[in-house]
T-cell receptor, first 112, second 109 residues
């Protein structure tokens, strides 16, 4: 069974804190993505990566950074969390040229 | 530019049939996806269409017309467990996925 694992399902952080969201996939996929999902707005791409140590900005990268030191792991970093980053974050992966995207279970982040 | 549109919410009756439409505009196209997402859960893959026509998978079917920029997801013999949001997305010429906001489907007994 394919698996995309997000280590934290529910987090509550204070404004200004540094937040790490970890994502690991066991399918040897080249492509990995971080989305946020807010009611009425659909999935919005934050960052993506096509290879180790490679990253590309998505539609809403401001306030976020990412790290891909190993093929199976893609981390999303909020350097200084703000209340407008309260959201559900979804990690996903696909193989190169693949036609199915696999999602993790999501991480619900609340910034207070 | 690129855009994608689907209805915000639909209501249907258990045992009935419902069609969820999705329209899109893009200069480059590499396929259209439908995903199901139950509240509080991650989206799960339903279908992928890259050629025109109807793809059937059990109670669910997906249709694509590339010339019209149009797709629909057809759900037959609706069950209460089909209550969920249905997300439409197309893959553009750069193999990026562009997502609709999702259609919340409410099933009534």
């Amino acid at each position: 069974d394919v698996k995309v694992t997000q280590s934290s399902r529910y987090l509550v952080k204070r404004t200004g804190e540094k937040v790490f969201l970890e994502c690991v996939q066991d399918m040897d996929h080249e492509n990995m993505f971080w989305y946020r999902q807010d009611p009425g707005l659909g999935l919005r791409l934050i960052y993506f990566s096509y290879d180790v140590k490679m990253k590309e900005k998505g539609d809403i990268p401001e306030g976020y950074s990412v790290s891909r030191e190993k093929k199976e792991r893609f981390s999303l970093i909020l350097e200084s969390a703000s209340t407008n980053q309260t959201s559900m974050y979804l990690c996903a992966s696909t193989r190169q040229g693949g036609n199915t995207i696999y999602f993790g279970e999501g991480s619900w982040l609340t910034v207070v | 530019g690129q855009n994608i549109d689907q209805p915000t919410e639909m209501t249907a009756t258990e045992g009935a049939i419902v069609q969820i439409n999705c329209t899109y505009q893009t200069s480059g196209f590499n396929g259209l996806f439908w995903y199901q997402q139950h509240a509080g859960e991650a989206p799960t893959f339903l279908s992928y269409n890259v050629l025109d026509g109807l793809e059937e998978k059990g109670r669910f079917s997906s249709f694509l017309s590339r010339s019209k920029g149009y797709s629909y997801l057809l759900l037959k013999e609706l069950q209460m467990k089909d209550s969920a949001s249905y997300l439409c997305a197309f893959m553009d010429s750069n193999y990026q996925l562009i997502w609709g906001a999702g259609t919340k489907l409410i099933i009534k007994p």
